[in-house]
């Protein structure tokens, strides 16, 4: 390779990352997401923060992301860039509550630290990323679950969490 064909190149390289840098684009994503596409299609309609604890230190544990795209909608939950180093055992859950936001309520209201005992699909992992989720959702309200744990080995701290998203009703 020429020394004129490397200049290029690496001046390319450091445009490109200077204008995803500039649009926010590498500020959002943790490290690894820039190798990995995300495993839903459709338009986003929660990215929820799952905060961890472990005795009385918390810190950023996972990202629940929930997509629709038409009737389908689909979840996965992802490792924060603090959190990478664990082994980590994660989990995912969606559901098709309702076809109103206080039915899918009185459903099962949320708050408890379980997945609804009416999940239609559940996925558990333990690594970077779960695995998708997706259900056929049809005109019905949907809610997405995702929890994580890890422990911290140097430390000797174990770290628990989870996040669910807010109960999300298509347009009608």
């Known amino acids: 390779m020429s020394t004129i064909s490397f200049v290029l190149r690496t001046a390319s390289a450091a445009s490109l990352a200077l204008g ?9 994503a943790p490290a690894h997401a820039s190798a990995q596409q995300a495993p839903c299609a459709g338009k986003p309609i929660g990215r929820i923060q799952i905060t961890v604890t472990g005795s ?7 990202f629940l992301h929930v997509y629709r795209n038409g009737s389908r909608v ?20 969606l559901w098709a509550c309702g076809r109103t936001a206080d039915e899918c309520r009185r459903l099962h209201p949320w708050g408890n630290n379980s997945p609804s005992p009416r999940a239609e699909d559940t996925v558990y992992n333990a690594s970077i990323r779960t695995k998708a989720v997706s259900i056929l959702a049809g ?8 929890q994580v744990g890890f422990t911290d080995r140097s430390r000797g701290i174990g770290y628990m969490g989870y996040g669910y ?3 999300s009703c298509p347009p009608h």
């Open 20 to 28: 995803l840098f500039l649009s926010g684009s590498l500020i959002e």
């Open 56 to 62: 009385g230190q918390s810190m950023k544990g996972a």
């Open 139 to 146: 005109d019905r309200c949907i809610q997405a679950w995702g």
């Open 165 to 167: 998203s807010a109960i």
């Open 74 to 93: 689909c979840a996965f939950t992802n490792t924060s860039a603090v959190a990478e180093r664990f082994s980590k055992d994660m989990e995912v859950s």
